[in-house]
Each structure stands twice: as structure tokens, then as C-alpha cells.
């Protein structure tokens, strides 16, 4: 059973910052590679920011120059958001795509919770 722990949202004024967690905890043979979602009411959920298990990241346009996003070891990602406008107020997912240490060969999706961040003004 694998587990996607999430912390780290709240609410923050414009401008600032919040860093968010995420640990993944199971029987994991690999990860491939743990992405930070986000969605809004009444929007489609879209990518946030992809970090691959060499290190290779990938960022929405609308956060490249803001948003940072690294890994502590291979069970742990963190996305730092800085510089935060009210268009970042969503529900953030932690996604990780791995294998089972009891599967190897399948790759499967596991998403965390979600975790709010909202942006006041």
C-alpha cells in the first residue's frame, strides 16, 4: 500500500511564499519520477511542476521564473512557490508514478490528498 503524505498549503497574502512536502511510503521498488498538480474550481487539473528520478525538471509556463521544485531523496519532493498570485489559489495534488516492489514492470499513479493554497490580495 502506498501512501502520499502532504503538507505544507495554507494561506498566503500575494507576493509571499509556501514551500510544500511531499513523502511517498510503501512498498516502492523505483520511482520514476513525482509531479506537484493543481486545480481550481471548476478547472481542468493541470501540471504544476515534474521532477524524474535523474533529476530532469519541467515547469508550467505560468510558474517557471517562480516555482522550484526538488527532491530531498528518492521518497520526498518539495515545491517552493514564491512571488504567489491570487491565479495560484487551487488545490495542489502530489502525484508520483512508480513501481511496486511487489509489481515490478507496471508503472502506476498514486496522488496524495491535495493540500489548499490560497492567495489573498
Known amino acids: 500500500q502506498v501512501q502520499l503524505v502532504e503538507s505544507g498549503g495554507g494561506l498566503v497574502q500575494a507576493g509571499g511564499s509556501l514551500r510544500l512536502s511531499c513523502a511517498a511510503s510503501?512498498?516502492?521498488?523505483?520511482?520514476?519520477?513525482m509531479s506537484w498538480y493543481r486545480q481550481a474550481p471548476g478547472k481542468q487539473r493541470e501540471l504544476v511542476a515534474r521532477?524524474?528520478?535523474?533529476?530532469?525538471t519541467k515547469y508550467a509556463d505560468s510558474v517557471k521564473d517562480r516555482f522550484t521544485i526538488s527532491r530531498d531523496n528518492g521518497r520526498t519532493v518539495q515545491l517552493q512557490m514564491n512571488s504567489l498570485k491570487q491565479e495560484d489559489t487551487a488545490v495542489y495534488y502530489c502525484?508520483?508514478?512508480?513501481?511496486?516492489?511487489?509489481?515490478?514492470?507496471?508503472?502506476?499513479?498514486?496522488w496524495g490528498q491535495g493540500t489548499q493554497v490560497t492567495v489573498s490580495s
Open positions: 502525484n508520483a508514478v512508480l513501481q511496486l516492489a511487489t509489481q515490478r514492470g507496471y508503472h502506476f499513479n498514486y
Open positions: 510503501g512498498i516502492i521498488f523505483s520511482i520514476d519520477e
Open positions: 521532477i524524474t528520478s535523474g533529476g530532469i
